[in-house]
Nanobody, 125 residues
Framework: QVQLVESGGGSVQVGQSLRLSCAAS????????MGWFRQAPGKEREGVAA???????AHYADSLQGRFTIEGNAKTTLYLQINNLTVEDTAMYYC???????????????????WGQGTQVSVSK
């Protein structure tokens, strides 16, 4: 089992930036991929970005490319840089990991078998 702890969320204004962090511990040797997901009030959880362990290959949700950058070794550390925040970015952001599987992407949330508790990002005008 992999334990994931997110940090870095907060309340910011439109146009500002945030860098979210995720620290992984436990059985990380089987991790294939890590990703960031978000869930806004009343909406389904959606994928933001994913990174293949080792950091060589990144995947971004088609609708979110440009302002988000995923970084880290995707085994013990994962980061999400969000620039030029908008009100629509307000959500709980979750870190997740794929273990004992070879999937890496943003669409198949069910393939991620370890999830953190989330960090809240609130953006106001």
């Amino acid at each position: 089992q992999v334990q994931l702890v997110e940090s870095g969320g907060g309340s910011v204004q439109v146009g500002q930036s945030l860098r979210l962090s995720c620290a992984a511990s436990g059985s990380t040797q089987m991790t294939w991929c890590m990703g960031w997901f978000r869930q806004a009030p009343g909406k389904e959880r959606e994928g933001v970005a994913a990174l293949r362990t080792g950091g060589a290959t990144a995947h971004y949700a088609d609708s979110l490319q440009g302002r988000f950058t995923i970084e880290g070794n995707a085994k013990t550390t994962l980061y999400l840089q969000i620039n030029n925040l908008t009100v629509e970015d307000t959500a709980m952001y979750y870190c997740a990991a794929v273990g004992w599987d070879t999937y890496c992407g943003t669409s198949a949330l069910e393939r991620y078998n370890s999830w953190g508790q989330g960090t809240q990002v609130s953006v106001s005008k």
